[in-house]
């Protein structure tokens, strides 16, 4: 950490009053100089609100917020649990993995209007594979939560949590963290890592090139699919277009939904996640929509129920299709500089009016709290 940064982290008001002097001084930028204004104008609000117990204690924890990246780190190992969970970590992970690829291709399968015959004929081996991950998952979570019991060691809530949802949806095992004190998590080539804001800024940046080359892959797709399906199959009969097509586009779901498992594991702001990355979500959710309505289909023996489903399918898959191309041009327009700076600079005035009205809101209800004292 540098000397500015301890200065900046010092909660004693003398010490930061004058670094804060020396930074006002040394500048000329404008925008800056309207926020700390703005900032001034609301002291009686932020005076109101200074002293609650609450608020004190959200200030230290954006104070103690740790942005540096840890990895390659070791973990006390002192019980059998410790132990049995550092052994493992890396196992259920490629476990969670493989799981998310092989539910990606059931729902191709399972939702697509005509899928290939070779995903057919493959179709149960991959029932029998996720089965399998079911199992092993289900002997792991009963192992964890029996050397728990007998060595009378606490599990984290959350983790236990995230284990027992695992055991319904395994890829939730990608990102999950160990189980005593939830703090570190275990990724490829860096093994154990703490979880903090660096962390999560550190991967949010690594994903930005490989995440627009994957949703590159549903132009062709699109192309082929929408306009070129007849002329591809006469221009080359011996290739299986439609099992290609099907596996770039299972790919790409189980890429996004990677991502999206990942961050959102790591991230301490989990619903402001999903609010900024709400196009991910649909793209992830849409065929599970369509999967359901096949299991409810499947169980009525009326054809123009099974029409309709047909139906709900095509436009399912579109509706995915054109969400994957929108985040491929969200994601492009985010990756240019000039483009980022205008979105960030509306973002920044956005933020101003909101932050606005919620310190309006929050003087109304520290006037509340302070009312109900004097009550009592």
């Not at 940046?205 to 132009?219: S, W």
């Not at 306009?227 to 299986?240: G, I, V, Y």
């Amino acid at each position: 950490m540098n000397k500015e940064s301890k200065i900046a982290n010092d909660t004693r008001p003398d010490s930061l009053k004058d670094h804060l002097i020396k930074q006002l001084q040394s500048t000329d930028n404008l925008l800056v100089l309207e926020q700390v204004k703005a900032v001034l104008e609301d002291k009686e609000t932020l005076n109101q609100i200074s002293h609650l117990p609450q608020v004190q204690r959200l200030i230290k924890e954006g104070e103690n917020e740790d942005y540096s990246v840890q990895t390659q780190l070791t973990l006390q190992q002192s019980n059998t649990l410790s132990r049995y969970d550092a052994k493992t970590a890396s196992s259920t992970f490629y476990l969670g993995v493989v799981s998310l690829l092989l539910i990606g291709i059931l729902i191709t399968a399972y939702t697509e209007e005509q899928p290939s015959t070779t995903l057919l004929a493959w179709l149960s081996w991959l029932e029998v594979g996720l089965a399998s991950i079911y199992l092993l998952f289900f002997i792991d979570t009963s192992i964890v939560f029996y050397l728990s019991h007998r060595e009378n060691k606490r599990i984290d809530p959350n983790q236990r949590n995230r284990r027992l949802l695992s055991l319904l949806f395994p890829p939730l095992r990608i990102g999950a963290r160990e189980v005593f004190w939830g703090k570190y998590c275990w990724l490829p080539g860096w093994r154990w890592c703490k979880v903090n804001e660096g962390l999560f800024a550190e991967l949010k940046r690594r994903f930005v090139l490989p995440m627009i080359g994957i949703a590159l892959l549903i132009i062709p797709v699109l192309i082929i699919e929408w306009k070129f399906m007849d002329e591809t199959r006469q221009a080359f009969p011996h290739l299986k277009v439609e099992l290609i097509l099907e596996a770039v586009q299972t790919f790409i779901w189980c890429a996004f939904t990677f991502e999206f498992l990942l961050m959102i594991s790591i991230s301490r702001r989990k619903l402001n996640y999903v609010k900024k990355n709400w196009i991910d979500l649909l793209i992830i959710l849409l065929p599970f929509i369509s999967f359901l309505r096949t299991l409810r289909i499947s169980q009525i023996a009326r054809l123009k129920y099974a029409t309709r489903s047909f139906k709900l399918r095509g436009v399912v898959t579109k509706a995915r299709q054109g969400l994957i191309f929108v985040d491929f041009v969200q994601r492009i327009f985010r990756l240019r500089p000039e483009n980022e700076v205008k979105r960030l600079f509306r973002l920044l005035q956005e933020n101003q009016r909101d932050r606005e009205e919620l310190q309006q809101k929050l003087k109304e209800v520290a006037e509340l709290v302070e009312k109900k004292k004097h009550r009592k």
